[in-house]
C-alpha cells in the first residue's frame, strides 16, 4: 500500500522568507513523486513531479523538492516566498502497483507582509 | 496541457434528489479520473472512467450511488445519486495524458446538499 503523509496542515511565513512544505512516503516499490496546488476556488495544477533520475527536480513558480529515498521524503522548497504563493499544497504519490494518485491531506500556505 | 471545464461550478441540493456534474476536456484523452474533496479535507479517488470500458471504482463508493457514464473521449459525467448532507463536498474531474500521475484537474463543482 502506498500512502503520503503531509506535517503541518497550515504553515505561515512572511513574505520573502523560506517556504518549507513538508511530505513523507510510503511506498514498498519505488514511487513516482508529485507536488500539485490548488488555488482557492480552482482545481489542482502540477508544480513538479519526481519519477526516476535526478533526485532534486525543479518546478513552476520557483519551487522545487528533492527525493530523499533514506528519509522517504519529498519536501517542497522555494527561497523566497511571494504572496501569490498562498494557496492549498498537496503531495502525492503514484506506484504501479496501486496504479493510482494517492493524496497526502494538504498544507495550507499563508504568506504575510 | 488538456483544459477541463465542469458544469455546474456549483450547486444547492435537497436531501434524497441527484445531481449530474459534467467533465468536458478540450482533446481526446483515455484516462478519466472523480474525485471528491470533502470540506477542508484531501482528494479521494471516487472512480476511473475509461471509454469504452464499465468504470472502476475504489473501495467506499459504489456505482448505484455514483454513476458514471463516459459515451466519448472527451466527455464524462458523474451523478450523485439519493444525496445525503454527508455528500457535500468539491468534486473535481481529471484527466490522465501521456505520464502517470500527472494529471489535468477541472475546476470542481462545490455541491452542498440540505
Known amino acids: 500500500a502506498q500512502s503520503v503523509t503531509q506535517l503541518g496542515s497550515h504553515v505561515s511565513v512572511s513574505e520573502g522568507a523560506l517556504v518549507l512544505l513538508r511530505c513523507n512516503y510510503s511506498?514498498?516499490?519505488?514511487?513516482?513523486l508529485f507536488w500539485y496546488v490548488q488555488y482557492p476556488n480552482q482545481g489542482l495544477q502540477l508544480l513538479l513531479k519526481y519519477t526516476t533520475g535526478a533526485t532534486l527536480v525543479k518546478g513552476i513558480n520557483g519551487f522545487e523538492a528533492e527525493f530523499k529515498k533514506s528519509e522517504t521524503s519529498f519536501h517542497l522548497t522555494k527561497p523566497s516566498a511571494h504572496m501569490s504563493d498562498a494557496a492549498e499544497y498537496f503531495c502525492a504519490v503514484y506506484t504501479g502497483t496501486a496504479s493510482k494518485l494517492t493524496f497526502g491531506t494538504g498544507t495550507r500556505l499563508q504568506v504575510t507582509l | 496541457s488538456a483544459v477541463i471545464s465542469q458544469k455546474p461550478s456549483r450547486d444547492i441540493c435537497q436531501r434524497g434528489t441527484s445531481l449530474t456534474i459534467q467533465c468536458q476536456v478540450d482533446?481526446?484523452?483515455?484516462?478519466m479520473f472523480w474525485y471528491r474533496q470533502q470540506p477542508g479535507q484531501s482528494l479521494t479517488l471516487i472512480a476511473t472512467?475509461?471509454?469504452?470500458?464499465?468504470?472502476?471504482?475504489e473501495s467506499g463508493f459504489v456505482i448505484d450511488k455514483f454513476p458514471i457514464s463516459r459515451p466519448n473521449l472527451t466527455f464524462s459525467t458523474l451523478t450523485v445519486s439519493n444525496m445525503s448532507p454527508e455528500d457535500s463536498s468539491i468534486y473535481l474531474c481529471s484527466v490522465e495524458e501521456d505520464r502517470v500521475g500527472e494529471q489535468y484537474f477541472g475546476p470542481g463543482t462545490r455541491l452542498t446538499v440540505t
Open positions: 511506498s514498498s516499490v519505488p514511487p513516482y
Open positions: 472512467a475509461n471509454q469504452g470500458s464499465e468504470a472502476t471504482y
Open positions: 482533446s481526446q484523452v483515455t484516462m
